[in-house]
């Protein structure tokens, strides 16, 4: 018993970090209807940042220059190479985000090369005792900074205009564009929220491994994630995410690691058989 | 295809040709036979090895251009429906006690079969979401492979062959291989060519454009994508199973997800449904890799210090898939076979300016 809540509570550390990430993928997707496979690496280029500039310039300078490197990239990742390819088919925009992923993965090994990078010390290093049960103070953070970001989305969307014009711009391109919105600065900003969340995320990520190039491969594992709760849901978002991570280190503890791997991608298979727009996407009523 | 003036089809059967001209077929055989002298022609080892990966990625790319190219499914899972069929052969050889001769079909079968598997969600998914389960698919047929029973497959270390043998002739050098290869890789094309512009190519390319419309016009949506994955696997097999008998071994990291990707990109940057796209895509990455590995890496290690240009020469590879394919997708999405074509018409229509 005592294993199965240590395997839990790992995994709800992970989980928040896959919810993270797959907020920032839903995000994009909903206004652009891009599936942003380089929010890993966007994520890993960040922990990097961080962990090299931190110790050198003091840990609120690397914060500060990796927040603004985060969203510059994602900003210039929209502006430069996704926005030629509106109108294109739906595999242009798959492989263009995948590439960019290979691109920053290279540009990261070639700046940085193969080495682990230590992350600063962002946490307090002393554990909360919870009956015979010791939890890192970053788990619980994790979970004030889901909490956070979850009620900071749902207001947005509810009740300020821009949340609006990022809810009309998602059902609809063309009439967003004609009600005077202007679609391509929405699909600039969601970018940049999303490179924030990826940042986000880095801080935890940061904190459980450090930093290296490879950092970008949990991106890939945040993808069950997403389809999981929905492409376009914010709450199947951050409920895939947990599911998703409990169950791989429940997994990796009791049966094996190389298990534990692929049993999110069993489960998406499942799931969308039965639900093919994920437990919370938007069921969309197709016409000619 | 944009012909001169005045030059039209009075027959059905001109009108279906894919050869169309007495000067083309003339062509083709000068061609044909030029595939068949070449080893005389340049007997050099590390040429004929490149042709021969050339020629069989080639025949998976085929595999590809026909799913995603034509019938518009998206499958990032295509490097590891070409390890299922590698070890479909590598296993029927082995354990079956089978010759090489009957496993290769076979090999093809079993990869269709899995790639029908797979693509039983197509008929509820698409987009993303389909796109998704295929990369799902290369995961786990790969810690499949990786994991299940390491004593049969032999886990990571995978398997060992020993050559194809067809009488006395072995297939140990790279002339024999070329010979074992270049036939497969001409007929699987003619396969390829001819797949596409029967009625099973016609309703692919229906059901990429909208499927729903090709629904109500009366094709039967299911079955058409199931052997639309059912194709591009068998493609996939035989494929594998010919890499098993160029390289004689058979890991899991032989078929990783970047393989994957890299086909898609290849059918980016060839021109997405064109079985000629599908050559000059595999051709260009091909060249584009042995200029890397040749010339882009040993230069690099004279001019620069030996740490900086080792750790640039190991982000190559990343770096060059990247670049390549974001250039081709903002700078000609229709890939080389678009140029391509329009390079013909402007010979065709010289010294007129119509048409391209």
Known sequence: ?288 | MVRPAGIFDVRYEQDIAVVRTIPQWITLGIFLLLLILLPQIFPNRYLLNVINTIMIVVISIHGLNILTGFAGQISAGHAAFMGVGAYACASLMIFGGLSYWVSLPLSGLAAGLVGILFGLPSLRLKGFYLAITTIAAQFIIISFFLHFKPQIFGGAQGLSLQSIRLGSIIFNTQVNLYYLIMPIAVIMTYFAQNIIRSRMGRAFVAIRDNDLAAEIMGINLFGYKLRAFFIGCFFAGIAGSLYIAFMRLIRPDQYSLMDSIWMLGIIIIGGMGSILGGILGVIFVKLLNEFILMVLTPSLSIILPREVASRISASMGLVAFGLVVVLFLILEPRGLAHRWEILKGRFRHWPFTYGH
């Not at chain 1, 993928?25 to 209807?33: L, R």
């Not at chain 1, 009600?179 to 940061?206: C, D, E, K, N």
């Not at chain 1, 169950?247 to 639900?275: A, D, N, R």
């Open chain 1, 1 to 288: 018993m005592f294993y199965f809540f240590h395997f839990s509570l790992s995994g709800i550390f992970l989980g928040a970090i896959y919810a993270i990430i797959a907020l920032g993928i839903v995000i994009i997707y909903k206004s652009t209807k891009v599936f942003n496979f380089a929010q890993g690496h966007l994520l890993m280029v960040a922990v990097l940042l961080s962990a090299t500039i931190s110790p050198r310039f003091g840990i609120i300078a690397g914060m500060i220059i990796s927040i603004a490197a985060t969203a510059f990239i994602a900003w210039m990742l929209e502006r430069l190479t996704l926005r030629p390819l509106i109108g294109q088919p739906l595999i242009a925009a798959l492989l263009m985000t995948i590439s960019l992923g290979y691109l920053l993965e290279g540009g990261a090994l070639m700046v940085w090369g193969e080495g682990l990078y230590k992350y600063p010390e962002l946490f307090p290093t002393e554990v909360i005792q919870l009956f015979d049960m010791t939890i890192k103070q970053e788990v619980v953070w994790a979970f004030i900074a889901i909490a956070a970001g979850f009620s900071i989305f749902v207001f947005f969307y509810q009740k300020t205009l821009l949340g609006k014009a990022m809810r009309a711009t998602a059902e609809d391109h063309q009439v967003s564009q004609s009600m005077g919105i202007r679609v391509t600065h929405i699909f600039s900003i969601s970018w940049v929220i999303a490179g924030l969340m990826g940042y986000v995320a880095s801080i935890f990520l940061g904190s459980l491994s450090g930093g290296h190039y490879l950092n970008s491969h949990l991106g890939l594992k945040a993808i069950p994630a997403v389809l999981v709760g929905g492409l376009d849901s914010i709450v199947g978002a951050v409920i895939g995410g947990f599911i998703v991570g409990i169950l791989e280190s429940l997994v990796t503890g009791y049966l094996s690691g190389e298990l534990g791997e692929v049993v999110p991608f069993i489960v998406l298979l499942i799931v969308l058989l039965i639900k093919p727009y994920g437990l919370f996407g938007l069921i969309r009523i197709e016409r000619i």
